[in-house]
DNA sequence: CATAAAACAATCCGATCGGTCGCACTTTTT
DNA sequence: AAAAAGTGCGACCGATCGGATTGTTTTATG
């Protein structure tokens, strides 16, 4: 990166890719504007369309920086604690806290894009199922290694208990929009914790 | 409703409010509009206008219709089932089906609807807050009830077991169709009945 | 039969949408 | 020094949005 107008281009990209998850998470993927995009970030529409060229375009790249920054702000952080049942419960609760965080306004970028294209067929609906399967994938794979180390009992369904632990992570999100008086974060973190604790021989490598 | 006019004006608002109610789990509560709702009904625009002179008001009649589709066809059928943790199941798996059945293209209006007003406060996200309250009261009344007959371990924590239920039956949605491969149902079904039986000391009362 | 009320339709309005075009600025290349 | 490439801006276009206005048809009631 020495050309001075790549880095430029690649900062405003960023910068623009930054503020544009924000924005999805409020107006949703759709709502998504470079009018209102522009007017946040105090640049020019035309300019944004030197970078994207149509809306399309945007949510695709929208799509995969919001990945981009899951991996960053929840992945990565969990694959810092040992391989097996602690690894699982720290993705699980680095999800949480990244929720609870307040930095995206909506709480999570792929739980509300995701229900916004259930019934909307198209590159952008392929982008996050295909985000989504990646997900899964990392969660049956740590659960796997779990499996083989011993830490989780050997009948375990990977596939059962990776929809079982996302599914709590996603209620999260709107549960406590909507009903901040109940403790939803507390459910959720009980609902994993007794879970693997059950399925666990070692229960004790999980301490609240 | 022995006056015509008014006869006529109850059809026109209904089979609009079922138009409408299908059209947010497509383009979303919020992308709802007047003209396309006018359009798919093959009425004029202003003619809409007559039933709900504002968007937030056909807004807040489509939640209002919506819970009463969802009561109709989830609720009700449950309800036949005798009190206890059959109930508590029989709601579990009308949902499940209503999900599957098709009939909504989102699958599920107030799954989308939630997501989509997670970070919009003001009337309509009140009205959606309050029927997921209700919602959850109606969960928690049941499981307090299969407590009380002794169908459900004394030490259930009935917010515990409501969240864990409708998370996933709102996870169900939206992986049944974007990941249409994986047999989300089943999950939903296998997750809830396992958490049923470990709870209930007759397990027997839920066959497969 | 006349009148009032409710249900509908046709038309228009300002705002915003996605998108295009031409021009200016900056930095690299020749 | 000049050409080329990447970036950014302002003005503009057609379409659609929510909404208002005005008028027409249907139906009940005096």
Redesign the interface.
Known sequence: MIDGRLARGERSRTAALDAAVVLA??S?L??LSFNQLAERLGVSKSGLFAHWRTKEELQLAAVDHAEARFTERVVRPALHRPRGVRRLWALHEHRLADISSGDL???CFF??A???????PGPV?AR??AA??RW?ALLERIITEAVELGELDPGTDP??LS??L???G??A???S???PA?N?YE??R??ALDRLR?LSPQPHLLEA
């Open positions: 998470t409020e949703g759709e709502g306004p909506g709480g739980g509300l995701q229900f916004e294209f259930v019934a909307r609906q996050l199922a989504l399967e899964h596939q059962q929809f079982e996302n599914a709590h996603t209620a999100v709107y549960e929009r909507l009903r109940s939803v459910h959720a009980a609902a059950g």
